[in-house]
């Protein structure tokens, strides 16, 4: 795939809300993630795509997102690219409200997704 394939790929698997099919055909099995911070408990640096998979699975068990939307991809070169998230939401276990906005840039190496980085 090139790399607009796979930047719309990914953004029209989120849309459709199947970020679980795109983790198994977008990444390579050794993809890194990259959070902004340890908002999550998982720390900020996930390796392989069993960490990362963990991670949106826990996230899909952990919230409640009442609002989303995704923006983009914006290509940059021919190796990355970005996409922008909004998502309202609350924790189950807490209660607490969020209102997220992040910039994920992704780089692609080989056809797959190798790195994922979030800024918040």
Known sequence: M???EIAEELVSGCRRNSCKS???T???PGAVSVDAADAWGFGRT??????????????AR????????????FLHGDD????????????????????????AIYHVAGGKIVREEFFC
């Open 46 to 59: 996930l390796r392989g795509l069993d960490a990362i998979r963990s991670k949106h699975e826990w996230r």
């Open 2 to 4: 090139t790399l607009q």
């Open 62 to 73: 952990a919230t409640e997102v009442s609002m989303g939307s995704v923006m983009g991809p």
């Open 26 to 28: 977008l990444y390579a």
């Open 80 to 103: 990355r690219f970005a996409v922008v998230y909004e998502a309202r939401g609350k924790r189950k276990d807490t209660g607490e409200s969020f209102d997220r906005r992040e910039v």
């Open 22 to 24: 795109n983790l198994e």
